[in-house]
């Protein structure tokens, strides 16, 4: 048999044609008339499929780059700021915080569940200068609830309060509906390897006018990841440093590709984008306990990504290999302690339900023989996969009636 190589990790995420041509063919100096179109049109892209007003900056680094940005513009040492942790990539912002010099107080939640807004809020401390959290915790497949961490913070803000809230929404962007102008959140991150379809190197933030001018105080330093001179430069449609080129060409054909699948529209192309990560990420939460697995994260489950738990007594190291082995098929362990307890498989960025499908076929197969015949047989996860699928395009449609006469 052939092994077709497919990649279901949550970034990278698999490549998008048109972007990979794009890459190749984007042989062009940065100090040009040309770049600084690209440059601006891509700029302005990136604004539209954030989906807001506030300035956007582009980082040539991975998205960990736009996290230290945000702690090293927004914070002076000593600082306290308040992390809402329920994984690896929350606990990435206490490490970051302790790297500048800041003291993080700490509001966690056991892996494969959500924050409690409550113990959020009983945290929060007149002197807390930040608030850091994910919109999706990749490491455990779980999605908090920004929107209502934002109204938490607005609500005390009429008390003195003068927290910003900075938001790591690197699998979070293209898989989860985000208004960061309506809610207040004031620093948006996304990273190029994730929903965007395009290989790791590209960081971006959007920075409410809020978080600009709290970096008029700040001391903590920073030089490769200046904000502020990034800001300037960018309105002339230039960086500070040589950014990825090839890249950034690349990120302009995949919000073409976005657009293009909403006639053009790249906020349509954006909704489009999240519904479709929420349609796969449905089909595989229908799948998984028809294989006799479980969900990881079954209260607030991300649409980035499903962590999935191997049957009793199976070891989730096992079932990457096997996927990987058997069918080119390509998931993530769990992250540190949750190795070998539970896998990831992504929906975010270039898939499509087709592509669910494949992963939970690969998946039946790998895992057939672990599971008594009375309790699973190959096709019950397909089956109930489909229906989701076959549900959600009902309603995407909302034209039933061809449907019926095909049947
Ligand atoms: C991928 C990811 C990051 C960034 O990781 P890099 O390896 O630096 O790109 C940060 N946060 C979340 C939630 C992620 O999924």
Not at 353 to 369: F, K, N, R, S
Request: with cysteine; charged share 20%.
């Amino acid at each position: 048999m052939f092994h077709k190589t497919r990649l279901f990790t949550p970034g990278p995420t698999p490549l998008l044609p048109a972007a990979q041509f794009a890459m190749a063919a984007a042989d062009l100096h940065h100090r040009t008339p040309e770049f600084r179109a690209l440059y601006q049109r891509v700029l302005e892209q990136l604004r539209t499929f954030v989906g807001s007003k506030n300035d956007v900056v582009l980082l040539t680094s991975s998205g960990t780059g736009a996290m230290e940005a945000s702690i090293a513009n927004l914070t002076s040492p000593g600082d306290r700021v308040l992390v809402l942790t329920a994984g690896k990539f929350g606990e990435r912002w206490t490490g970051l915080a302790k790297a500048f010099g800041c003291q993080p107080d700490i509001v966690s939640a056991p892996y494969g569940q959500t924050l409690s807004l409550e113990a959020a809020k009983a945290e929060l401390r007149s002197d807390t200068r930040l608030v850091l959290m994910q919109a999706t915790e990749t490491s455990t497949g779980v999605r908090h609830d920004v929107q209502a961490v934002a109204e938490m913070l607005r609500s005390v803000r009429s008390s003195g309060s003068d927290a910003l809230l900075v938001v790591d929404a690197i699998t979070g962007l293209g898989t989860t509906h985000l208004d960061m102008d309506a809610w207040g959140v004031d620093v948006l991150i996304g990273g190029s390897q994730k929903a965007v379809m395009i290989p790791p190197g590209l960081a971006y933030l959007a920075v409410s006018e809020r978080a600009w001018k709290r970096m008029e105080t700040t001391k903590n330093p920073r030089y490769y990841f200046d904000l502020r001179k990034e800001r300037k430069v960018a309105a002339k449609g230039e960086s500070a440093y040589t950014p990825g080129v090839a890249l950034i060409a690349a990120l302009g054909a995949a919000f073409d590709y976005i657009a293009a699948q909403a006639d053009g529209d790249l906020a349509k192309g954006r909704v489009a984008l999240v519904e479709n990560a929420e349609t796969c990420a449905a089909m595989m939460r229908a799948a998984v306990p028809a294989m006799g697995m479980r969900l990881f994260a079954p209260d607030a489950p991300a649409a980035a990504v499903t962590a999935v738990m191997p049957p009793e007594g199976v070891d989730s190291g096992i079932i990457v290999k096997q996927l990987k082995a058997r069918f080119g098929t390509i998931v993530a362990n769990g992250q540190g302690e949750m190795k070998g307890q539970l896998f990831r498989v992504a929906h975010l960025g270039f898939f499509d339900p087709l592509d669910t499908l494949a992963v939970i076929g690969a998946l039946e197969q790998v895992t057939v023989d672990s599971l008594p015949p009375s309790k699973f047989q190959l096709g019950d996860a397909l089956a109930a996969a489909q229906r989701v699928l076959a549900e959600r395009s009902r309603v995407a449609a909302q034209a039933p009636f061809e449907i019926a006469a095909v049947r």
